[in-house]
């Protein structure tokens, strides 16, 4: 099976026309930028709060710390407060986020621009890949808290000598060449989630642990060449996007930055990688159509064309 990441683009960029401009509908705009804005807020990340700080005052820092040894168990309690806090926060827009990204690919793959029935339909799909997300992130953390358990035993002997010797140059090598191997394949399995588990899970109706069954079985493995380039061109893709968005927000005054005004305005970019993504997995047969009117055999866009027409691309 031939399966390219070159002709899924026109499809794609066809599906994302008809989405959002034929015809206009301003509030189908607003409601697919909302559902966007959800399904992309769990990859942002909490923003970080620097408070006002006077490293240069010495009184000032050993004021706080007196404080601190005289209420240490007042200020381990507004620590552990403030990162219970944090995580109640964090599994909050991870949850949300989950249940997102089923509504956008809903309403691309129905080109509609819907809130409530999308966020009730795929509650079970949502709350799983919520679960998984977590197991999935304890996993990451584990294994990262390895890596450099790893290399500080290497380099003990330098550390508990106060030297950089040999452990330390090893300890350097090992480390740095884990950590590599770890951030390529975090971003492998980034791309597999969100490109091929995800969708899988909404076409099939599954959990997150039988779609990524499927997906690994039916859509990467076997084909592992053509992922590894679909990454390649959606990554030389979001250059050009980043680059339309830099000027986008410029443009706007830095207004088009802000979370919900950027999930709007560059709407189409979104819409268009995510199409993207399905013409390419519509590229694997019958049982993996997601977007109608697209010939399964070169995703040509036959809008307009009578069912059961030849295709005009590639004549099958």
């Known amino acids: 099976m031939n399966i390219s990441v070159i002709n899924p683009i026109t499809p794609a960029w066809n599906h994302m026309v008809r989405i959002l401009f034929k015809p206009f509908a301003f509030k189908k705009w607003l409601a697919l ?10 990859d942002q990340g909490l923003g970080s709060y620097n408070g006002i700080q006077n490293s240069n005052s010495p009184s000032g820092f050993d004021g706080i710390k007196l404080w601190v040894e005289n209420n240490f168990g007042l200020f381990i309690s507004i ?19 989950s249940r997102g990204k089923f509504m956008l690919l809903d309403g691309i793959v129905k080109n509609r621009g819907a809130i409530v029935e999308p966020w009730a339909e795929y509650k079970k799909e949502g709350n799983s890949l919520f679960l998984f997300s977590i197991v999935l992130s304890f996993i990451v953390l584990f294994v990262l808290a390895l890596i450099v358990g790893i ?10 000598s106060k030297m950089f010797g040999a452990s330390a140059i090893t300890a350097i ?7 590599l191997f770890y951030i390529l394949a975090c971003i492998v399995l980034t791309f597999i989630i969100d490109v ?24 990467f493995k076997g084909h592992v060449g053509s992922f590894m380039l679909l990454i390649l061109m959606m990554a030389l893709l979001a250059i050009g996007a980043s680059t339309i968005g830099m000027f986008a927000i410029c443009a706007t005054c830095c207004i088009g930055a802000l979370p919900y005004v950027s999930s709007v305005l560059f709407l189409p970019i979104t819409v268009f990688f995510t199409c993207y993504a399905l013409c390419y997995i519509q590229q694997f ?7 109608k009117n697209m010939c399964r055999f070169c995703n040509y866009d036959m809008e307009g064309l009578e069912e059961g027409h030849t295709c ?4 099958k």
């Not at 966007?36 to 769990?42: E, N, S």
């Not at 005009?312 to 004549?315: D, L, V």
């Open 312 to 315: 005009p691309e590639c004549g």
């Open 33 to 42: 930028g909302f559902c966007a804005f959800l399904a992309q807020c769990g």
């Open 173 to 179: 090598c090992v480390g740095g060449a884990l950590l």
């Open 79 to 97: 620590v552990a407060g403030a990162a219970l806090l944090l995580l109640i926060i964090g599994l909050l827009i991870t949850w949300i986020s």
């Open 196 to 219: 091929l588990m995800i969708p899988t899970m909404y076409l099939k109706r599954v959990g997150a642990i039988q779609g990524w069954k499927i997906a690994w079985n039916e859509l």
């Open 151 to 160: 290399s500080a035993l290497i380099a003990l002997p330098d550390i508990q």
């Open 285 to 291: 047969g019958n049982d993996w159509a997601f977007l």
